[in-house]
C-alpha cells in the first residue's frame, strides 16, 4: 500500500516513550508543510491589508480625513472577519461534503485571485467586496488545512502539529510587513504577491490524499456536515455551543488586542513628535516583524504549555496574561524602544490563547459510532476516544466521553464571527 494511503499504520497507536516526531511518516510531513504553506499566505491575505492601509486609506479618501482612515479601518476589518466566518462554514461544510483536496484549492485560489484584483481597487466599496471575497478564501482554506492537519497526525504528536501549523502563520505576517516595507506609500504593489499561492493548487493536488477518516465515513453512508444533528441532538448539541463560544473568546482577545500594535505605536511616535510617513513606517516594522516574533513563540508553546498546565489551565492563565500586558502596553511606554521591548510579550500571550482555545473548544466536539452522521470532518474528530468509529485513541485525559458529530467549518470558522 502506497505510504500516502496508509493512513491506519500511520495513525495507530504509538509506543509510549520516544520523542513525538518519531511518530511521524514522511507522509504526515507533507500534509504539515502543505497546509501550513496556504496557512501562511492566509496570514498575509490577512495582514497585508493591516499593513497597508494607512497609505491606502490616505489616497482613497485623499489627505485630511484622518478620523475617516480610522473608521474606514475598522469597517474593512469587519467586513474580513464576517467574510471569514461565512467562508470557513460554507467551504468547511462542502469540505465535508466534497472532500478536503478540491476545497483547500479552491479556497487558495479564491484568496489569491481576490487579493491580487485588490491592486486595481479605486474606491471605497471595490476594497469592501475584495476583502470580503478574499476572506471567502482565508476563511475556508483555515478551515480545511486544519482539519486536515489533525486528522492526519497521531494523537501523540496533535498538539504539537497543530502549534506549528498556527505558528507558521508568523511567515505570512513577516510577509506583509517586509512587502509594506518595501512597496512604502506605493501599497498597490503589495497586493500582486498575492497571485503567488496560486501555485500551491500545483503541490495540493499532486501530492494529498483525502484522509482515510473521511473515506470511511463516506463508505459507512454516514451524512456529512450536518449543522442540525450537531446543534440540536441532546448529546453533544451544548457541548457544541460552548465549544463555539470558547473559541468566540479566544479570537476575540487576538483580534480585538493583537492588531492594535500597530496603531498603539503610530500613535505613540506621533505623540514623541515623528513624521508621520516616518511613524507609518516604523509602526509597520513594530507590528509585523517585532510583535510577530512574540506571536510566532506564543503559538508554538502552546503544545507545551497545554500538556505542562493541561488545556483548562493554559487557557485560564493566559487570558490572565492579555488582562495584565494590554494596559501596560496601552499606557506604560514613553520612548520607541519601550514598546519595541513590550510588543514581543504583547503578541505572545493573546496568540497562545487563540490556540489553546481552539484545541481546548475542539473537545467538546467528537464523531458518531453506529449511526448516520456527519464524521470526521474536523480537527476535534480526529482526537476521538477510544471506539469512536473504531479508531483507536492513545490518550485517556480527554475529559469529554461522548462521541459526537463535528464539521471542520464549526472548530476554525464560527470563531470569527
Not at 18 to 31: E, F, I, P
Not at 169 to 188: D, I, K
Not at 280 to 304: C, D, H, N, R, W
Amino acid at each position: 500500500m502506497p505510504e500516502a494511503l496508509d493512513y491506519q499504520s500511520a495513525n495507530a497507536a504509538p509506543p509510549a516513550e520516544g520523542k513525538w516526531y518519531r511518530q511521524v511518516s514522511s507522509y504526515q510531513w507533507l500534509v504539515l508543510a502543505i497546509a501550513s504553506a496556504g496557512w501562511v499566505f492566509d496570514a498575509f491575505e490577512g495582514q497585508v491589508f493591516n499593513i497597508t492601509r494607512d497609505d491606502m486609506l490616505r489616497q482613497l479618501l485623499g489627505p485630511g480625513h484622518a478620523a475617516q482612515q480610522k473608521f474606514w479601518g475598522d469597517i474593512f476589518l469587519a467586513i474580513f472577519l464576517l467574510g471569514g466566518t461565512v467562508g470557513g462554514i460554507g467551504f468547511g461544510n462542502l469540505a465535508d461534503k466534497v472532500g478536503r483536496k478540491p476545497i483547500m484549492a479552491v479556497t487558495i485560489l479564491f484568496y489569491s485571485v481576490f487579493s491580487a484584483l485588490t491592486y486595481f481597487a479605486t474606491s471605497l466599496w471595490h476594497v469592501a467586496a475584495l476583502r470580503f471575497l478574499v476572506a471567502l478564501g482565508v476563511g475556508g482554506e483555515w478551515a480545511v488545512a486544519a482539519s486536515l492537519v489533525a486528522e492526519v497526525f497521531p494523537e501523540t504528536a496533535r498538539a504539537r502539529a497543530g502549534g506549528i501549523f498556527h505558528a507558521t502563520s508568523v511567515a505570512g505576517t513577516w510577509l506583509a510587513a517586509l512587502s509594506g516595507l518595501a512597496v512604502g506609500t506605493h501599497w498597490r504593489y503589495a497586493y500582486l504577491i498575492s497571485i503567488v499561492p496560486a501555485l500551491l493548487l500545483v503541490w495540493v493536488r499532486s501530492s494529498i490524499q483525502e484522509p482515510q477518516r473521511w473515506k470511511a465515513a463516506g463508505l459507512e453512508r454516514h451524512r456529512m456536515g450536518s449543522f442540525r444533528e450537531l446543534f440540536f441532538d441532546a448529546r453533544w448539541g451544548p457541548r457544541a455551543v460552548v465549544g463555539l463560544l470558547l473559541a468566540a473568546v479566544g479570537l476575540g482577545t487576538f483580534w480585538g488586542v493583537v492588531v492594535a500594535g500597530q496603531d498603539l505605536t503610530r500613535e505613540l511616535l506621533l505623540r514623541l513628535g515623528w513624521s508621520q510617513a516616518n511613524a507609518i513606517e516604523q509602526s509597520k516594522f513594530a507590528y509585523g516583524i517585532v510583535q510577530a516574533t512574540g506571536l510566532g513563540f506564543g503559538l508554538v508553546s502552546m503544545g507545551p504549555l497545554s500538556e505542562w498546565l493541561g488545556r483548562k489551565g493554559a487557557f485560564l492563565i493566559l487570558h490572565v496574561g492579555v488582562i495584565f500586558i494590554l494596559p501596560i502596553v496601552c499606557y506604560a511606554p514613553h520612548a520607541y524602544w519601550q514598546m519595541l521591548l513590550l510588543l514581543p510579550i504583547y503578541g505572545f500571550s493573546p496568540a497562545a490563547c487563540m490556540r489553546v482555545m481552539q484545541f481546548t473548544s475542539q473537545n467538546y466536539f467528537r464523531i458518531t459510532s453506529g449511526r448516520p452522521a456527519p464524521a470526521s470532518a474536523s480537527t476535534a474528530a480526529a482526537s476521538s476516544p477510544p471506539q469512536c468509529s473504531g479508531f483507536p485513541a492513545t490518550s485517556n485525559r480527554d475529559p469529554v466521553s461522548t462521541c459526537a458529530p463535528q464539521s471542520s467549518s464549526l472548530v476554525c470558522s464560527t470563531s470569527w464571527a
